[in-house]
């Protein structure tokens, strides 16, 4: 289905010593999530972030920076940071009712960006944010230098206190991962509010067209919050130390192909590469209109997007480079919505 805004952010973050994923434990020991990566025909098990864990924690900050912005469409389960969907929206813990309808379903926001099923009903929808697990970039020194390890916790209780020696002291152990990571995120927020597998809804109870337009701000922004330490477990006593690298975004009016993994050594060249072959194909729709946002990518000292920027001259690709962050997610979020319809 056709729908603009159509939002694409690749990029890399620098994590240091921090539990991205629990995996579970064995007793007093508690792993970290590793997976097998390949490259130059070498097998590497490294400590990862899955797709399921960042998709928690975007919907996760969608929800609580929805609600900042005086959003009203929000179910308690939402609200809360759990992830059972495909309840109505009056639901509570003590009453989760399910929705009856995919229109029903989607007047919470969490349903709506994110998806649901409902088994019983047949009722699904698919999800408007797509993640892939973050993994250490593919490069063979960072692979090599990418690694979890345990560090040791106590608990001590005071000497006077009367339980058993066992618990005096509960020593456990957690492992924590290290490495410069890279992520993919697509996102087709212009489904905000439009049912996928039903006619159209009625939703004459609030002004639609604001409604949408705080929904897709919410859905951008949640990423900075994803990316800048708010994603991870353990967070209690290991709060993400992370750092931005680099970001590369594309905002579009028409479907646009997904970026390359931040993984990958040449991300922002292939994923350029791809979006100039396709709008090349693409000229006949002539109102095609397609931004590429970049922060802090660079090629030995040259800013990659000014260059390219510079060699494009007109052209349906507009090239644009930001400094920081704020600017970079303020002009992401400014373009995204002027492609509403």
């Avoid at 969907?85 to 009856?100: H, I, V, W, Y």
């Avoid at 209690?236 to 479907?255: F, M, Y």
Wanted: glycine share 6%; aromatic share 8%; proline share 4%.
């Amino acid at each position: 289905m056709y729908a603009p805004p159509y939002v694409k952010i690749a990029g890399r973050v620098e994590v240091q010593v921090s539990a991205l994923t629990g995996y579970g434990a064995i007793g007093n020991y508690n792993q970290h999530t590793v997976a097998r990566v390949v490259v130059d025909g070498n097998v590497y098990e490294v400590p990862v972030m899955t797709g399921n864990s960042l998709k928690h924690w975007h919907s996760f900050y969608l929800a609580e920076i929805y609600e900042a912005h005086q959003g009203k469409l929000i179910n308690e389960f939402c609200k809360r940071g759990v992830g059972l969907r495909g309840k109505e929206l009056q639901s509570t813990f003590q009453d989760p009712q399910p929705a009856n309808s995919e229109c029903e379903a989607i007047l919470d926001i969490c349903n709506d960006i994110h998806g649901f099923l409902i088994p019983d009903k047949q009722i699904k929808r698919d999800s408007l944010v797509k993640v892939s697990f973050m993994i250490p970039v593919l490069t063979k020194e960072n692979l090599e230098i990418a690694s979890k390890f345990a560090v040791q916790h106590n608990r001590v209780i005071p000497s006077q206190v009367k339980v058993s020696d066992q618990d005096k002291m509960m020593v456990f152990k957690q492992e924590y991962s290290t490495a410069l990571y890279g992520f993919n995120i697509s996102m087709n927020l212009g489904l905000t509010l439009k049912p996928q597998y039903e006619p159209g809804c009625n939703f004459s109870k609030f002004n639609l067209n604001d409604e949408r337009k705080l929904r897709i701000k919410s859905s951008i922004l949640a990423v900075l919050a994803l990316i800048t330490g708010g994603a991870g477990s353990k967070q209690a006593r290991a709060l993400p130390i992370t750092k931005v690298k680099e970001l590369l975004a594309v905002v579009s009016n028409h479907p646009v192909p997904n970026l390359i993994h931040g993984a990958y050594a040449d991300y922002h060249v292939e994923s350029l590469e791809a979006l100039k072959a396709y709008a090349k194909a693409s000229v006949a729709a002539g109102n095609m209109s397609v931004h590429v946002l970049c922060h802090n990518i660079r090629e030995k000292d040259v800013d990659y997007c000014a260059k390219e920027k510079q060699s494009q001259g007109q052209s349906l690709i507009v090239f644009e480079s930001y400094d920081s962050l704020d600017e970079f997610f303020r002009a992401l979020v400014e373009k995204a919505l002027k492609f509403v319809e």
